[in-house]
């Protein structure tokens, strides 16, 4: 019983198969030899192209009228989604791009802002001191006035000083005429030129205690002045920067 061969039924399908193909080849090679099958099939072809096309149009005129979506409306509902997609894509990113460049520039804002307001409190700070400076040349021109009011009231004394000298002077020659007359003149005459010998006298030591006076106060001045002439440089080169 084992010795005998079992049918395999693919083997027999494979076969029958083989010798199906074998003859269509043959059948369509000669059929391709062959010129009116050639024909006929052209013909085939061609009819069964405008049949086709004919179909289609009549398949749109009637979905047109039914108002029903055709293929080709499909494959345009289609590439017109992608596209919207794509577009969707395109203005999301577009939009995200936005939102970073907005937030940039308000970073940028918000830093020109600081800055200026930065630059508002250093010229007001800037404006608060030049109005101190402002003040304190002011009041330096008041003590430069007041110093230069002081050095005409000097040159002033010094010239009553020089007068008053010129009188002394002749005062003296006076009292040397009078001291070599007085041996010539009568005792009246001569206590009458005494008399006013004193009173002159007199006045010139009240002049010369005022003028010593008046020295005391003009050095006393000019102390101060000395005084504040360093205080005055140190402002001057900041009122200076300031114009």
Do not use: C
């Not at 289609?78 to 939102?99: H, P, R, T, Y």
């Amino acid at each position: 019983m084992s010795k005998e061969k079992t049918y395999d039924l693919f083997a027999g399908y494979k076969l029958l198969s083989e010798m199906w193909e074998k003859q269509l080849m043959d059948v369509l090679f000669k059929a391709t030899d062959n010129k009116e099958f050639v024909r006929t099939a052209n013909i085939g072809l061609d009819l069964h192209s405008r049949y086709m096309e004919r179909l289609r149009k009549n398949q749109e005129f009637i979905a047109a009228l039914m108002n029903i979506p055709t293929k080709k409306d499909v494959a345009n509902a289609a590439k017109m989604s992608i596209q919207a997609e794509e577009k969707f894509d395109s203005l999301e990113e577009q939009v995200w791009n936005l939102q970073d460049s907005l937030a940039s520039f308000s970073k940028e804002n918000l830093t020109f802002l600081q800055e200026i307001i930065n630059t508002i409190n250093q010229m007001k700070a800037e404006s608060l001191k030049t109005k101190e400076e402002l003040a304190e040349t002011k009041k330096i021109k008041t003590d430069l006035q007041d110093l230069r009011q002081g050095f005409v009231d000097i040159k002033i004394l010094q010239v009553n000083l020089q007068e008053m000298r010129k009188e002394l002077e002749g005062l003296k020659a006076i009292q040397a005429e009078l001291k070599d007359s007085l041996t010539h003149q009568e005792p009246p005459k001569i206590d009458s030129g005494l008399e006013e010998l004193r009173q002159e006298i007199a006045q010139l030591a009240e002049l010369k205690s005022e003028i010593a006076s008046l020295k005391e106060l003009m050095g006393k001045e000019k102390e101060r002045k000395q005084k504040k002439e360093p205080e005055k440089e140190l402002v001057l080169p900041g009122a200076s920067t300031t114009k």
